[in-house]
């Protein structure tokens, strides 16, 4: 499957795991039409590592970590 990874062009710092925030913003911009039920953390951890600009560490992740992107993910597409 064919995978659409859109840069933005103003994102001038590089993603790293302490970016939960942003990372779930690109995601869910790579991933707009994604069931988040659908979604597992190992897809989350992989979605990561391929978008453009991350660059840290794949050792550093963690369910927590990976957990925490899922939550603002969701946040962003089921606000309160």
């Given at each position: 499957?064919?995978?659409?990874?859109?840069?933005?062009?103003?994102?001038?710092?590089?993603?790293?795991?302490?970016?939960s925030?942003?990372?779930?913003?690109?995601?869910?911009?790579?991933?707009?039409?994604?069931?988040?039920?659908?979604?597992?953390?190992?897809?989350?951890?992989?979605w990561?590592?391929?978008?453009?600009?991350?660059?840290?560490?794949?050792?550093?992740?963690?369910?927590?970590?990976?957990?925490?992107?899922?939550?603002e993910?969701?946040?962003?597409?089921?606000?309160?």
């Amino acid at each position: 499957m064919d995978e659409l990874f859109l840069e933005d062009p103003f994102m001038a710092e590089p993603l790293t795991w302490e970016d939960s925030y942003a990372i779930a913003l690109a995601l869910q911009k790579n991933h707009p039409q994604v069931d988040l039920e659908q979604v597992s953390l190992t897809m989350i951890y992989r979605w990561t590592l391929a978008l453009p600009g991350f660059e840290d560490d794949p050792q550093l992740a963690n369910d927590a970590i990976l957990a925490a992107i899922y939550q603002e993910w969701f946040e962003e597409e089921n606000p309160v």
